[in-house]
Structure formats: structure tokens, C-alpha cells
Nanobody
Framework: QVQLVESGGGLVQAGGSLRLSCAAS????????VGWYRQAPGKQRELVAN??????NYLDSVKGRFTISRDKVWKTVYLQMNSLKPEDTAIYYC??????????????WGQGTQVTVSS
């Protein structure tokens, strides 16, 4: 089992930056894929960024603004968010999975952290 705890959310003005962190504990050596989802009120959940097997992918709307990274032993995963826009407002969830490729449903989820971008 893996436990994920996010931090770093908050209120920021448009154009500002935030860095989300996700601390993993438990069987961290089983993790091969990590990512960040977000869900805004009344909207579907969307995968913002993910990385596994040397490949990194981003939602089109965040490309060039967000960067996902991790430390070498998967203990912490980060999401650096720059040039934030009001439409980035959502609850952000850290996710992880033992699979390297083709993850459709991540096995492990954090509790979420609120990001609010004011205009």
C-alpha cells in the first residue's frame, strides 16, 4: 500500500505561481507512475500531468506553464505551476500506480489540495 499526502495549495492571483508537493509513504518502491489530476466544481476530473518510464505528458492547457517532477526514490512528487489562470482553480490530486505504461486508473490517490486563482 502507498499513502499520498498533498500540500502547497492555496490562493494566488492570476499570473502567480504555486508548487504542489506530494509526499509518498508505504511501499514507495512499487511506484512506477505518478501524476496529478484536478477537478473543478461542476467539471469532469482531468489528468493534468503524469510521468512514468521516462515519458512525461501534460494537458494541453497547461503545457509550458506546469512542470511535474519527482525525487529519485519517488518519495516526493512536485507540480510547479506558473502563470496561473482562474481556470486552473480546482482541487488537485496526486496519484501513483505500480504500472509503468498504460495506466488507466491510478491505484493510489491523495486527499487533494485546493488551488484557487483569483482574477
Amino acid at each position: 500500500q502507498v499513502q499520498l499526502v498533498e500540500s502547497g495549495g492555496g490562493l494566488v492571483q492570476a499570473g502567480g505561481s504555486l508548487r504542489l508537493s506530494c509526499a509518498a509513504s508505504g511501499d514507495i518502491f512499487s511506484i512506477n507512475a505518478v501524476g496529478w489530476y484536478r477537478q473543478a466544481p461542476g467539471k469532469q476530473r482531468e489528468l493534468v500531468a503524469n510521468t512514468s518510464g521516462g515519458s512525461t505528458n501534460y494537458l494541453d492547457s497547461v503545457k509550458g506553464r506546469f512542470t511535474i517532477s519527482r525525487d529519485k526514490v519517488w518519495k516526493t512528487v512536485y507540480l510547479q505551476m506558473n502563470s496561473l489562470k482562474p481556470e486552473d482553480t480546482a482541487i488537485y490530486y496526486c496519484v501513483a500506480d505500480p504500472s509503468v505504461y498504460g495506466v488507466k486508473e491510478y491505484a493510489y490517490w491523495g486527499q487533494g489540495t485546493q488551488v484557487t486563482v483569483s482574477s
